[in-house]
C-alpha cells in the first residue's frame, strides 16, 4: 500500500499486553496508544479471523507488507530443556490427549523431559501450539517446535524459517 500511494504510512496496532513481543518495530502502536491518537489517522481497520486464513497474514499480503523471515540470535544454552504448552486461544484447536501424548514421547524421544505449560523463561526449547509464548520463544532465539492445529503454520513458517513443526498423530 505504501509504495502504490507515496506519503501513506501504514501502523499496526496490538493490544497492550503483547506489546513486549514487538518491541523495536517501527509503527507498530498499542492498542492504548490508538485509542489515544484516533483522530490522527484517517483510516482504521480492525482485524478478525474468517476461520480460514490467518488474519494477520492476509492483511499483511494484500498490502505488500513483508512478514518475514524473523532471525534472532541463537542461545548459547545447549542443554535443551523443555516446555511443552498446550494452552491456546481459539480459533487455535486444543490438543486432545492422544496428541499430548504422542509430542511428549516425541520430546523424550529427543532425549528431554518436558515440563508442562511453565513458564517459557527457564527452558531452552519451547513445543507449543500456536499462542504467544511461542512467538516470543521464537523472536528470542529459542528452539522452537509448533504443533499446528489453527490456520497460523505458515504465517510462523514465513516469520521463523528455522523453527520446526511437528505433526502429532
Given at each position: 500500500m505504501e509504495k502504490t500511494f507515496p506519503g501513506v504510512k501504514v501502523f499496526l496496532s496490538a493490544r497492550d499486553e503483547y506489546m513486549y513481543l514487538l518491541k523495536n518495530q517501527e509503527r507498530i502502536i498499542s492498542k492504548t496508544q490508538l485509542k489515544e491518537n484516533?483522530?490522527?489517522?484517517?483510516y482504521i481497520?480492525?482485524?478478525?479471523t474468517d476461520m480460514t486464513n490467518h488474519p494477520i497474514e492476509a492483511f499483511?499480503?494484500?498490502?505488500?507488507?513483508?512478514c518475514g523471515p524473523i532471525f534472532s540470535e541463537k542461545s548459547s544454552n545447549e542443554s535443551q530443556?523443555?516446555?511443552l504448552l498446550t494452552t491456546c486461544n481459539p480459533p487455535v484447536r486444543e490438543l486432545t490427549g492422544?496428541?499430548?501424548s504422542n509430542i511428549i514421547k516425541?520430546?523424550?524421544?529427543c532425549g528431554c523431559n518436558p515440563a508442562i505449560n511453565e513458564k517459557i523463561n527457564n527452558f531452552d526449547w519451547v513445543v507449543s501450539v500456536e499462542n504467544e509464548?511461542?512467538?516470543e520463544a521464537a523472536s528470542s532465539g529459542k528452539r522452537t517446535t509448533l504443533i499446528p492445529t489453527g490456520f497460523g503454520e505458515n504465517l510462523f513458517r514465513r516469520m521463523f524459517p528455522q523453527a520446526e513443526i511437528y505433526y502429532p498423530v
Open positions: 484516533r483522530q490522527n489517522f484517517s481497520r480492525e482485524l478478525f499483511m499480503n494484500e498490502s505488500d507488507i513483508p530443556n523443555c516446555v492422544l496428541q499430548i516425541f520430546i523424550k524421544n509464548f511461542l512467538y
